[in-house]
């Protein structure tokens, strides 16, 4: 088989047409549903969950909230407002998406890992495991954030 420069040439052109058209789709579609994310888990909630290592519950409000276009948690437990840090990220290779927050209460750092999930409203309803960021957690911790209604917009 011969080749020559010019089938070269036409080839090259033709991956490189092939990629744009088919792999800048699928890139830019994984930004797109990552900043959708973001925007999505914005707002207040109410938080029902169920402490790390504890089989002691508690009910009372988060907020997730984007500052200087990063997303940010404020956390009330009781006379406790705690603020962290969250992200959107992926959970495996397969790309599904979740979202880390990160915070800091009573000396101890937390970790949650949360899925996301849309209501019968379109409202986000999120899923958590909590978790202690060092030493071993026997039990995980779990919460649900409910949107609420009832707080002011």
């Known amino acids: 088989m011969k080749f020559s420069l010019m089938s070269v040439r036409k080839t090259g052109a033709l991956t490189i047409m092939f990629l744009a058209i088919f792999g800048l789709p699928v890139a830019m579609a994984?930004?797109?549903?990552k900043d959708f994310l973001s925007e999505f888990v914005l707002g207040k909630y109410l938080l029902v969950g169920k402490s790390v290592d504890s089989p002691s519950t508690y009910f009372d409000h988060v907020e997730i909230y984007s500052e200087e276009e990063e997303l940010k948690v404020r956390r009330k437990i009781g006379s406790e407002t705690v603020l962290g840090?969250?992200?959107?990220?992926?959970?495996?290779?397969?790309?599904?998406?979740?979202?880390?927050?990160?915070?800091?209460?009573?000396?101890?750092?937390?970790?949650?890992?949360?899925?996301?999930?849309?209501?019968?409203?379109?409202?986000?309803?999120?899923?958590?495991?909590?978790?202690?960021?060092?030493?071993?957690?026997?039990?995980?911790?779990?919460?649900v954030l409910f949107v609420d209604h009832s707080a002011s917009k």
């Open 30 to 33: 994984a930004e797109v549903r």
């Open 85 to 143: 840090s969250a992200r959107i990220d992926n959970a495996d290779r397969g790309g599904v998406k979740v979202l880390r927050v990160t915070f800091e209460s009573e000396g101890q750092l937390y970790k949650k890992t949360c899925l996301i999930h849309g209501d019968l409203d379109n409202y986000a309803r999120i899923s958590c495991y909590l978790y202690l960021s060092e030493g071993k957690t026997e039990q995980p911790g779990l919460e």
